[in-house]
Structures are given as structure tokens and as C-alpha cells.
């Protein structure tokens, strides 16, 4: 079962920031928190990845609360090619130390002009 | 350096048959991963692959097998297809230590008729 709430959709104008909220109240002590993007059913395309720390990277920021039950990804500059599903994930481990990425249904993001 | 490539890209497959999806994992990772995801959904972990053993299954049928071999290749196999397997098939490979990203392939497309 997914771990993680995200609204289906958010709209962006062109040139803002993209605040797209998730929560993941249920998340363990040593589990990451993981952002991809799919665009048309293509393969999934990492963004992000952190743990309690906020994260920032060429592509966008990560901001998780101290409780760890929820984050925010920050795009800064939203772009028309930004529009994609946006997904936030838990990575579980098992214990025969293999890991997995939980994925939820996904934030549809539009950007438009 | 090549990314993570998958094969066939379609397919279509009757109810009852087999199928084996290929993929090629990126140089130097190790670990492969294979998920399904069904139209309009977030990919499903299936399982992953580390030192050409199973280390994490996701809750799928004993039908849904898989190899891994010496080249850090892996394949993805399916007996007696029903209709609802369906779908987008993703594989997903990383290098074997905890705090990486996954790179997925471009999925390959299975339709059952």
C-alpha cells in the first residue's frame, strides 16, 4: 500500500515556483523520502531524495518538516516542459536488505503560459 | 555511459501464454528492480535483484519470476497472462549501496488480448 497522500492535481503559471505538498505520516525512522516525475508514460525521472535534511539540486528543493510526516518539493522556475505527473515516495527496506519504492498516485502538475 | 534499456518496447500477448521482458541495467549498477504499472496508476514494486538473487518481492503471484545474470542484466518472467497484467512494465537499476537514486528504463508496453 502506498505511504504517501498527495492532491491529483496542481496548476503552475509559467516562470513560478511549484509548491507540490506531501504527506507521509506513517513514514519509518530510516526510510527516505524519494521525488520522480513521469512525462507521457515514459520512464520515471529521479528528481530528489532526502532523509530530514532539506535537500537542493540542480532541478528543485526538497523541504521536510522536523516530524518527518510530511515535505514539500519546490521547483523553482516553472517551465511548460515541467508538466508532468509528480510523484513522492518512501523507500522501504526488507530484510534481506533489498529496498523498494513505494509509489502513491501522484500529483498531476500543469504548467501553462 | 548508456542508461537503462528494455526490451521489446511493445507486445501483445494472448491470455495463457508467457512473456519474458529484458532489460540492461546502467554501467556499474548492480541492482535491478521491475515494476508494473497499470494505465492511469504509480508504478507496483515487483521485486529486485542483487548478486543474481531475489532481495525484495512486492505482493505479486509466484507467475511473476525473474533472473538476474552475471552482466547485472535481468529479465522479467510471466506465466499464464491474464488480462490484467496489462500494462507498463518498468525496470529500474541502481548501484548497491543505500543512499543512491534508481534510473528507470523507458518500460516496455504489454498488452493481453
Known amino acids: 500500500d502506498a505511504k504517501t497522500t498527495q492532491p491529483p492535481s496542481m496548476d503552475c503559471a509559467e516562470g513560478r515556483a511549484a509548491n507540490l505538498p506531501c504527506n507521509h505520516s506513517t513514514i519509518s525512522g530510516n526510510e527516505y523520502v524519494y521525488w520522480y516525475r513521469q512525462i507521457h508514460s515514459q520512464g520515471p525521472q529521479y528528481i530528489i531524495h532526502?532523509?530530514?535534511n532539506n535537500e537542493t539540486n540542480e532541478m528543485a528543493s526538497l523541504i521536510i518538516t522536523e516530524d518527518r510526516k510530511s515535505s514539500t518539493l519546490i521547483l523553482p522556475h516553472a517551465t511548460l516542459r515541467d508538466t508532468a505527473v509528480y510523484y513522492c515516495i518512501v523507500r522501504v527496506s526488507f530484510q534481506q536488505a533489498g529496498t523498494a519504492l513505494i509509489f502513491g498516485k501522484g500529483t498531476t502538475l500543469s504548467v501553462s503560459s | 555511459e548508456t542508461g537503462v534499456t528494455q526490451s521489446p518496447t511493445h507486445l501483445i500477448k494472448t491470455r495463457g501464454q508467457q512473456v519474458t521482458l529484458r532489460c540492461s541495467s546502467q554501467s556499474g549498477h548492480n541492482t535491478v528492480s521491475w515494476y508494473q504499472q497499470a494505465l492511469g496508476q504509480g508504478p507496483q514494486f515487483i521485486f529486485q535483484?542483487?548478486?543474481?538473487?531475489?532481495?525484495g518481492r512486492g505482493n505479486f503471484p509466484p507467475r511473476f519470476s525473474g533472473l538476474q545474470f552475471p552482466n547485472y542484466s535481468s529479465e522479467l518472467n510471466v506465466n499464464a497472462l491474464e488480462l490484467d497484467d496489462s500494462a507498463l512494465y518498468l525496470c529500474?537499476?541502481?548501484?548497491?549501496?543505500?543512499?543512491?537514486?534508481?534510473?528507470f528504463g523507458q518500460g516496455t508496453r504489454l498488452t493481453v488480448v
Open positions: 529500474a537499476s541502481r548501484p548497491y549501496t543505500l543512499n543512491t537514486e534508481a534510473f
Open positions: 532526502g532523509l530530514k
Open positions: 535483484y542483487y548478486r543474481e538473487e531475489e532481495n
